[in-house]
DNA sequence: ATTACAAATTGATACAAATCAAGAAAAGCC
DNA sequence: GGCTTTTCTTGATTTGTATCAATTTGTAAT
């Protein structure tokens, strides 16, 4: 996919305007407003499907999943939320998902209105959510192609790549990789059986792609073999 | 999921500021900026993957695939695009994705300048803009759904009864679809085979729901029973 | 440490959708 | 009109993943 981003490097990303301010205030034009903080137990839910959207959050610690439900329970991970990501930013009245931490999270909560007033004063905040959003959109757009058209350990392998890119984004080692979700969580992100992501996960381990030191940590011998089996190369 | 939409109803689209200068023209503060007109042929590429982004489009008349490929072939549309659509409106610098003509199209050609002067300088032209993005990423959320957890009957369903809304918003009969693409498209938006899908619509042509006066219209008998069979609900 | 409980792995079997293979219908073309 | 080509439908078989079932591993509590 797209390695080089021609156009965000230059703006400034949301995050920057949302800590420009002390701890607890966001900067809106030339004066500031206190925005809350939210501490949630692992599986607690943020908000669900159907809430009015009050507030947009921005996660300072921990992992939150949105998904979607169908009536009889079956469920779909629709992302991973990771610290610095927003979420809620989707601005469409009510929560069309719902959102569920994975472990303990720390959230800022910033009310629609400071929303509405950094997009009318503040020159480059609508720029910087319209990046955020659009690369989030493409990011969507790619996991339909997981979903739709890849095999299962194709997705499992694109799934591990993912984590490991976004490992080398925040300058961590990106082979070592941490999974904060349960398997029974990828499953339902991978639209997968927790069975099958285990064979899977046991299969890259067999084929010496991976290792897994324990089951929620996963050393990644050779990416490029990796790379190969997430989109088809390696049979 | 939801039906009504507390915030988009008073807020003026993303087509009101398109639309407000004389045909070709584009009001920028006070003043017009000329924009092009591009026809395409059926099935002619809009841009690929890969391509700098230059202009954002917006659908005159036809419709537009949205694709993903995989480097064997495999292929994963993401939207089709209608009439009023915006379409590469995610700006992040390339673009991720194909663009295709399904049919004659026309469509109209935005410089990416013209769309920052607009950003810039029309007060609520960012916020339309949030809420256009914003509605197409939960509608591609929906469609991970879709993808990695209906069955065959139910994404077949799924995908007539979206037709049957956009319809309906549009003031066109919701009991006739006219399906611009064909089966292999259907195939690749659903990840699908075409003779599943075939046979998933032969399958409610006769429990009654629809019927097929030809292979690229569709009659909704029962849109109450179209909707139980979409999620789970009849089997 | 010992016990309880939840999460992950592994194996055996079933099934939905893919693949392979013809035909039938529709759309272009001379 | 008839001929060719493409698209769609239907049938037979295979296959990848789900389901069902049993261990194993890991975690928390006492």
Redesign the interface.
């Given at each position: 996919?797209?390695t080089?981003?021609?156009?965000?490097a230059s703006t400034p990303s949301v995050a920057h305007f949302l800590n420009s301010g002390t701890p607890g205030q966001i900067k809106i034009g030339h004066s500031f407003t206190t925005t809350g903080e939210k501490a949630l137990e692992s599986h607690e839910h943020l908000f669900v499907?159907?809430d009015?959207q009050s507030h947009v959050y921005q996660i300072l610690e921990g992992v939150i999943s949105?998904y979607?439900l169908?009536?009889?329970g079956?469920?779909?991970i629709?992302t991973f939320c990771y610290p610095g990501d927003l979420i809620g930013?989707?601005?469409?009245?009510?929560f069309?998902?719902n959102a569920e931490s994975l472990c303990k999270v720390r959230v800022r909560c910033i009310p629609l209105k400071a929303m509405d007033r950094l997009?009318?004063t503040e020159?480059g905040f609508?720029?910087a959510?319209?990046?955020a959003?659009?690369?989030?959109?493409?990011e969507?757009?790619?996991?339909?192609?997981s979903?739709?058209?890849?095999s299962a350990r194709e997705k499992v392998a694109t799934f591990l790549l993912r984590i490991s890119r976004r490992n080398e984004r925040e300058g961590v080692d990106e082979t070592q990789l941490h999974l904060p979700m349960t398997r029974s969580e990828i499953a339902?992100y991978?639209?997968l059986t927790i069975e099958t992501v285990s064979r899977n996960f046991t299969k890259l381990k067999k084929a010496g792609v991976i290792s897994l030191p324990s089951s929620s940590q996963v050393e990644v011998h050779d990416l490029d073999r990796l790379e190969a089996f997430a989109?088809?190369?390696e049979h």
């Open positions: 996919m797209l080089t981003n021609l156009n965000t499907a159907g009015a949105v979607e169908l009536p009889d079956r469920r779909q629709a930013a989707d601005r469409i009245g009510r069309a998902h997009i009318a020159p609508s720029q959510l319209l990046n959003l659009s690369t989030e959109l493409a969507t757009r790619d996991q339909l192609l979903l739709g058209r890849k339902d991978l639209g989109d088809g190369g």
